[in-house]
């Protein structure tokens, strides 16, 4: 089946611009997160949503960014106002399960979207 | 801080040999712990996981072992081979999030 899809997959702003990034889940997963790739580095845990409940968005690096997720399927990831600290990929996960149980628990990446903010 | 972290930032393997990427954690009650391969401008892919009441577990051609007493965690590739070229990380579950290290580039030599 489909896998977790994002677009677009490369976004070029100038400094002080609003982007918005899109993330489409594998169907029926209850889960979905983001996660920030800077270059050389491993992802960094930024937002959690149990369906259309965002649970957890203490990775949010300021409130330039937002997440929503309002069907409890697509997810969009908004950055404001944006900076060149900001550039990196976005990478979009989803799983099966609710997260934070005991059991097994597999996160299914995206291909993310490269954000460069000159 | 706890982190999860891998040994080497590169590693360089020739095909046909078996690698072996390590990584060490501090957080000792993570109870899930997951392998992912990415290839340059792709997401990481799922490798294997386990969970920590086991020590070691299998796939094709992959095996993860957790040694919970020195909080270290590694995968065995057998037979490399050049689509095995890619950055290997690991990551560790804490509570409903993955915490990644910083991975391991493995380079096969034909």
């Known amino acids: 089946g489909a896998g977790v899809s994002q677009s677009p997959r490369y976004k070029v702003a100038k400094r002080g611009q609003d982007v918005a990034l899109r993330c489409d889940p594998i169907?029926?997963?209850?889960?979905l997160f983001w996660y920030q790739q800077a270059l050389g580095q491993g992802p960094e845990f930024l937002t959690y949503?149990?369906?259309?409940?965002?649970?957890?968005k203490s990775g949010l690096p300021s409130d330039r960014f937002f997440a929503e997720r309002p069907e409890g399927s697509v997810s969009t990831l908004k950055i404001q106002r944006t900076q060149q600290e900001d550039s990196a990929v976005y990478l979009c996960?989803?799983?099966?399960?609710?997260?934070?149980?005991?059991?097994?628990?597999?996160?299914?990446f995206g291909p993310g979207t490269r954000l460069l903010v000159l | 801080g706890e982190s999860v972290g891998l040994h080497l930032p590169t590693l360089s393997v020739q095909e046909g040999d078996n690698s072996i990427i390590n990584c060490a954690y501090s957080?000792?009650?993570?109870?899930?712990f997951i392998w992912y391969k990415q290839e340059s401008g792709k997401g990481p892919q799922f490798i294997i996981d386990?969970?920590?009441?086991?020590d070691k577990r299998q796939g094709q051609r992959v095996t993860v072992l957790l040694n919970k007493t020195v909080k270290h965690l590694s995968l065995q590739i057998a037979a490399t081979q050049p689509g095995d070229s890619a950055v290997y990380f690991c990551?560790?579950?804490?509570?409903?999030?993955?915490?990644f290290g910083a991975g391991t580039t493995v380079t096969v030599r034909a």
């Open positions: 957080n000792s009650a993570s109870d899930y």
């Open positions: 169907s029926g997963h209850v889960s």
């Open positions: 990551a560790e579950r804490r509570v409903h999030k993955l915490s």
């Open positions: 996960a989803s799983s099966p399960r609710l997260a934070g149980g005991r059991g097994q628990e597999t996160q299914y």
């Open positions: 386990i969970r920590s009441n086991m």
């Open positions: 949503f149990q369906n259309e409940a965002q649970l957890d």
